[in-house]
């Protein structure tokens, strides 16, 4: 058994999120029954949350690795996993919401998820599968979707409710009607696209904020090296005797985001939680505000149409640099 406690964080619910979490999506995943003991094996180093998604294909095997544990004895009940999941474009709809977290439901083997989260503030036509989204957008019901959400809410089959890729104009239009505040956005956030104007709102209004793509998504069709190949990084891992990664996500967790890891290595999985007993100085903190470049790597182009309701990638992102 692992003995690393990972600090907790309260939500705007009063349910408590543990900083760190381990995410179930990947470009390609690997086989079920490997993505099964990968996630088992998480649990076993010390993991308590997990982040997956409707459109990650891995929910069932998430909840097999969590059913396995619980069976095992790694962790004495449900409560002591926090889950997290997401609804899709595809649902993103006042009617689809509830169907949608059911069907969820379903596949992780739950009775309820500790976080359901708009995946994005977009709407797809139903039945559209990948990322091809050029004329299949439809105009996003941002009040009717969230009310949906709150009914979730309401009966207990989501214990928070969230949004993710959400910017700061969109918050604060969601914020103008909701009964229950969005929890968390969840959003990319990593040392090289620092969000500064969005998590200074996000802490005003009392939302915290989640951190994707914590090192860059470098291995992905999109993202960059500019957080893994920092050389501002690598001198501060030096001298700290850390990984560069490490370094990157003490950073996020020194700025009070929750932190999303994702990799499928145990040594590394371990490495990941190695980010508690130590600090960045405040010297560190600096060369990393100031002299990191800063760029989005990921940049949504596929949602932005000439026909869809955002023309362009300011309108997706509310302009926050």
Not at 109 to 131: A, C, M, N, S, T
Not at 170 to 193: D, R
Request: hydrophobic fraction near 40%.
């Amino acid at each position: 058994m692992s003995n690393v406690m990972v600090p907790e964080v309260v939500l705007n619910s009063g349910m408590r999120m543990p900083l760190i979490g381990m995410g179930g999506g990947a470009a390609s995943l690997p086989p079920p029954d490997v993505l099964t003991s990968i996630f088992f094996d998480a649990i076993k180093v010390g993991y308590r949350h997990f982040d997956t998604a409707a459109n990650y294909g891995s929910e069932e095997v998430l909840g097999r690795a969590v059913a396995k544990a619980l069976d095992r004895g790694l962790v004495k009940s449900r409560s002591d996993i926090f889950i997290t999941t997401k609804l899709w474009c595809t649902d993103a709809h006042p009617d689809l919401v509830l169907p949608a977290l059911k069907k969820s439901l379903q596949k992780l083997g739950l009775e309820y998820v500790d976080l359901y989260l708009i995946h994005w503030p977009v709407r797809v036509k139903e039945g559209i599968e990948g990322f091809d989204f050029k004329g299949q957008m439809l105009p996003f019901d941002m009040k009717g979707t969230w009310e949906a959400m709150e009914e979730c809410s309401k009966l207990g089959l989501a214990k928070s409710i969230g949004v993710s890729n959400f910017g700061t104009k969109k918050l604060s239009q969601l914020l103008m009607h909701a009964k229950i505040p969005p929890a968390v956005n969840q959003v990319e956030m990593n040392v090289g696209w620092q969000q500064e104007k969005l998590r200074a709102f996000c802490r005003k209004k009392g939302i915290h904020v989640t951190a994707w793509s914590p090192l860059g998504a470098n291995g992905a069709s999109w993202g960059s090296l500019v957080v893994m190949e920092s050389p501002v990084l690598r001198e501060i891992s030096i001298a700290k005797g850390k990984t560069v990664a490490q370094v990157a996500l003490r950073w996020i967790h020194e700025q009070g985001a929750i932190v999303i890891v994702k990799s499928f290595n145990k040594e590394r999985m371990k490495e990941n939680l190695q980010i508690l007993d130590w600090g960045l100085s405040q010297e560190d903190l600096d060369k990393i505000k100031l002299q990191i470049p800063q760029k989005r790597g990921f940049p949504g182009d596929f949602f932005i149409s000439e026909d869809g309701p955002y023309k362009s990638l300011d309108e997706l992102w509310d302009e926050d640099h």
